[in-house]
Structures are given as structure tokens and as C-alpha cells.
């Protein structure tokens, strides 16, 4: 039987879609299980590739799992475990996607060096927010904030947004429901500083934190949406800011869940790619937090 399109093939189209990287490029995209040349049968998008996302791939009748963070809990996401130890979960969920014959491709760097960025370009079609984008000018392929104007919305009513459109299971926040929001903000992540103390220049500490408070107090953003969380930076602000009586606040949905919908979209540009010939699904990874 002639083999109508392998899964090379397809991961070749979606590389040709992205911007091009160096021919020495090392990062954390690529296969991380399965066989390039084996005849692609159907595409499966998520998020995170959990044992559930692989279990619906196979049910599905997939076998290439495409998605956008790790497979096997490290952060430079080797395709095999390399901590030193023996790690029986890994070997659990290898022999589950071997037994399978699913092949997982990573595309994490190319989807965000992507103009716009197809993460949260599909984050933002689908919590349905592309008309309250403010039209802010935003540095190209990076996590820059961007910028959403509402009318009419409160602490409390995003919350219930935020929870139904990214189907979660609870919301960490910080501020008054009652209070009435205009300006959110999608911002990235807020790691601690790593390496060396950042810099003063001219009397300001250019930290990706401290950026945002600058946001915050300068362009009258009143709510924060961010990726990963640290406490003592802009979380810390905005809880002083609120006891001060203060409209601000933060809505900590997670670093999975915020990117979640960007996979949604992921299942649409990939159909398209591959001129529908294969059968293309999204499937949601889930909350990864349950609230007690």
C-alpha cells in the first residue's frame, strides 16, 4: 500500500508554516516518541500530552500527537529520562504511547516566534476577546501584555468568564468582586529574576515584573491575567494595592490553563494545512488543579 502522507510529512507542512529557525537550532521542539516515516492516520492537538491525551489519541484512531509543552517532566524535554534514576511513571506512560504507535511532536518555540504568536492568537479567538483588543502596540515574539478593554465587567464576572471559557475548575484571584475592571491584561510569566540582581538604569529596574506594576500604574490596567506566578513581586502589589482601596487584581488561572485554547486553534490552521485530508481533533488536557 502506498503510503498517502507519513507523519514527517505533516510535521514538515506545519515547520514550513512557522517562521524558519537555524539549520543548528537545539531547543525543545521535536519528536518525542514514535516513528517520523510511519503513514500518519489522523492528528491529535493538545496542550499537554497527559496519559488521558493519549488514551483519546489511540481511541481516536491518531498517531501523531501534536503538542505544545513537555512530555516526560523535564525543561529541556528530552524524549527519554536522563534524572538518574528510575522513574516507573515514565516508563508507564513510554510503553503506553509505544504500544500505541503514537508519535509526539513538540512545537513549543516555533508557535510562540510566530507573528502574531499562534498560542495566544488562538487564546484570544477563542475566550472570544478579539474585540476588546485595545490595539496597543506589542513588541513582536514576545510576551509582551496585551491589552483588553471592557465595559460593564467586574472582578466577579471575569472570574465566571475566565472559569467557564477555560473550562476550570477554580480560579486563585486577588481583589473585591464587586469592584468594576476596564483594563486586563494577558501578561507572561512572572518567574523570579535568575543569575545576577537586575540592573538600575536612569532609577529603573528593568525586571518583567516591575513592568507590569509600570502598566498598571501608568496605563490604567486594572487586572492582570499571568502565566506562572511568584508572591512577591506584582502579586504583592496588587494585594497592597487593594487593601489600600485600590481597583486591582489578579486572576492566577496557570500556566497550562491560560495557553489551553491556543491548541483549540492549533486543530484549525493544522486542518487547513493539510487540506482536510486527515482527520484533525482537539483534545483538551483538563484542569491539572482540583480546589477542596
Same mark, same amino acid.
Given at each position: 500500500?502506498?503510503? =498517502?502522507?507519513?507523519?514527517?510529512?505533516?510535521?514538515?507542512?506545519?515547520?514550513?508554516?512557522?517562521?524558519?529557525?537555524?539549520?543548528?537550532?537545539?531547543?525543545?521542539?521535536?519528536?518525542? $516518541?514514535?516513528?517520523? !516515516?510511519? =503513514?500518519?492516520?489522523?492528528?491529535?492537538?493538545?496542550?499537554?500530552?497527559?496519559?488521558?491525551?493519549? %488514551?483519546?489519541?489511540?481511541?481516536?484512531?491518531?498517531?501523531?500527537?501534536?503538542?505544545?509543552?513537555?512530555?516526560?517532566?523535564?525543561?529541556?524535554? *528530552?524524549? !527519554?529520562? %536522563?534524572?538518574?534514576?528510575?522513574?516507573?511513571? *515514565?516508563?508507564?506512560?513510554?510503553?503506553?504511547?509505544?504500544?500505541?504507535?503514537?508519535?509526539?511532536?513538540?512545537?513549543?518555540?516555533?508557535?510562540?516566534?510566530?507573528?502574531?504568536?499562534?498560542? @495566544?492568537?488562538?487564546?484570544?479567538?477563542?475566550?472570544?476577546?478579539?474585540?476588546?483588543?485595545?490595539?496597543?502596540?506589542?513588541?513582536?515574539?514576545?510576551?509582551?501584555?496585551?491589552?483588553?478593554? @471592557?465595559? /460593564?465587567?467586574?472582578?466577579?464576572?471575569?472570574?465566571?468568564?475566565?472559569?467557564?471559557?477555560?473550562?476550570?475548575?477554580?480560579? %486563585?484571584? &486577588?481583589?473585591?468582586?464587586?469592584?468594576?475592571? %476596564?483594563?486586563?491584561?494577558?501578561?507572561?510569566?512572572?518567574?523570579?529574576?535568575?543569575? $545576577?540582581?537586575?540592573?538600575?538604569?536612569?532609577?529603573?529596574?528593568?525586571? *518583567?515584573?516591575?513592568?507590569?506594576?509600570? /502598566?498598571?500604574?501608568?496605563?490604567?490596567? /486594572?487586572?492582570?491575567?499571568?502565566?506562572?506566578? &511568584?508572591?512577591?513581586?506584582?502579586?504583592?502589589? &496588587?494585594?497592597?494595592?487593594?487593601?489600600?482601596?485600590?481597583?486591582?487584581?489578579?486572576?492566577?488561572?496557570?500556566?497550562?490553563?491560560?495557553?489551553?485554547?491556543?491548541?483549540?486553534?492549533?486543530?484549525?490552521?493544522?486542518?487547513?494545512?493539510?487540506?482536510?485530508?486527515?482527520?484533525?481533533?482537539?483534545?483538551?488536557?483538563?484542569?491539572?488543579?482540583?480546589?477542596?
Amino acid at each position: 500500500k502506498e503510503i =498517502e502522507m507519513k507523519i514527517s510529512d505533516v510535521i514538515g507542512k506545519i515547520l514550513d508554516y512557522h517562521p524558519k529557525f537555524p539549520d543548528d537550532y537545539a531547543g525543545c521542539d521535536g519528536y518525542k $516518541s514514535g516513528d517520523p !516515516d510511519a =503513514e500518519c492516520t489522523g492528528v491529535v492537538c493538545a496542550l499537554v500530552p497527559t496519559v488521558e491525551v493519549i %488514551r483519546k489519541t489511540k481511541e481516536l484512531g491518531c498517531n501523531l500527537l501534536y503538542v505544545h509543552e513537555p512530555t516526560f517532566y523535564c525543561s529541556p524535554d *528530552y524524549p !527519554d529520562w %536522563r534524572a538518574g534514576f528510575e522513574n516507573r511513571v *515514565y516508563e508507564e506512560k513510554k510503553a503506553l504511547l509505544d504500544e500505541a504507535g503514537i508519535a509526539i511532536w513538540r512545537d513549543h518555540d516555533h508557535a510562540h516566534a510566530h507573528n502574531p504568536d499562534s498560542i @495566544f492568537t488562538g487564546v484570544i479567538k477563542y475566550l472570544g476577546w478579539e474585540e476588546h483588543q485595545t490595539g496597543e502596540e506589542l513588541i513582536p515574539n514576545t510576551f509582551a501584555s496585551r491589552f483588553f478593554e @471592557f465595559e /460593564d465587567m467586574t472582578v466577579g464576572k471575569m472570574n465566571e468568564m475566565l472559569k467557564e471559557r477555560l473550562s476550570l475548575n477554580g480560579i %486563585r484571584y &486577588i481583589g473585591r468582586p464587586e469592584d468594576t475592571i %476596564r483594563k486586563v491584561a494577558l501578561v507572561g510569566h512572572l518567574f523570579p529574576m535568575s543569575g $545576577s540582581e537586575p540592573v538600575t538604569v536612569n532609577g529603573y529596574c528593568p525586571e *518583567y515584573s516591575t513592568g507590569n506594576i509600570k /502598566d498598571m500604574e501608568e496605563k490604567g490596567v /486594572d487586572a492582570i491575567i499571568p502565566g506562572e506566578v &511568584i508572591d512577591w513581586t506584582v502579586m504583592s502589589y &496588587i494585594r497592597d494595592a487593594v487593601q489600600l482601596g485600590k481597583v486591582k487584581a489578579a486572576f492566577n488561572v496557570g500556566h497550562f490553563n491560560l495557553e489551553e485554547l491556543g491548541m483549540k486553534y492549533a486543530a484549525d490552521w493544522i486542518s487547513d494545512l493539510i487540506g482536510n485530508e486527515l482527520p484533525v481533533h482537539y483534545v483538551p488536557s483538563g484542569d491539572i488543579y482540583r480546589f477542596a
